[in-house]
């Protein structure tokens, strides 16, 4: 029985920084990659960021590279998105999920699902 749940959304102003956590149970997490993903009123459900058990191999979308952060600890079965330099187009939920051993950027490939946090970036 997977479960993950999210925190650490809210509203924030533009130019800064949240982070968001994703606490998982019911497996170890050194074995499962977990991905950040975000829907916008209107819009499909895009990839964020996602961090594999293989060597912690990380991937960003171009969209927050440089400004965005994967990591985990897998001690405190816990994985970290740090978001700097948000922007009112960061406004969604984020959701995190996981998938065995290897990123994906195809959401399908993803079986567990948190229920998703929301984060609003505005004045």
């Known amino acids: 029985q997977l479960q993950l749940v999210e925190s650490g959304g809210g509203l924030v102003q533009p130019g800064g920084s949240l982070r968001l956590s994703c606490a998982v149970s019911g497996f170890t997490l050194g074995y499962y990659a977990i991905g950040w993903f975000r829907q916008a009123p209107g819009k499909e459900r895009e990839g964020v960021s996602c961090?594999?058990?293989?060597?912690?191999?990380?991937n960003y979308a171009d969209s927050v590279k440089g400004r965005f952060t994967i990591s985990r600890d897998n001690a405190k079965n816990t994985v970290y998105l740090q978001m700097n330099s948000l922007k009112p187009e960061d406004t969604a939920v984020y959701y995190c999920?996981?998938?065995?051993?290897?990123?994906?950027?195809?959401?399908?490939?993803?079986?567990?699902w948190g229920q998703g946090t929301q984060i609003t970036v505005s004045s």
């Open positions: 999920a996981a998938r065995v051993y290897r990123c994906s950027t195809d959401r399908g490939d993803f079986g567990s």
């Open positions: 961090i594999s058990s293989i060597g912690g191999s990380t």
